[in-house]
């Protein structure tokens, strides 16, 4: 007897690389100006990515909505994990890490 091997699907190959975008300057902020994504990379992964609700930092200072203080309590304290997780970035001040909560305002 035969016995019937099972092959991947097409969604089990792709690949989380596969979902984001490209790595360039119009895509992902430099480090030096406070890491993470610009408007065009957020737009361009909903766009590879139906239903996805990322959204930019919450940079403002003041008016703030509900929703916009309660993303920004929400990575400050996912960030503060990867703090302390990797040690080694939570010291340097450059690092992509540091940059960001920076930018958050954490």
Known sequence: MASKVKTKSSKEKKRKSDSMPK????NFRPTEKG??????GVAAYRRKNPGSKLKTAVTKKKGLTKSE???RKSFCARSAGQMKKFPKAAK????RLRQ???RWRC
């Open 69 to 71: 203080k309660a993303r």
């Open 100 to 102: 960001a909560r920076k």
């Open 35 to 40: 890491a993470g994504m610009t408007k065009a």
């Open 23 to 26: 790595r360039n300057k119009k």
């Open 92 to 95: 340097d001040p450059n690092s």
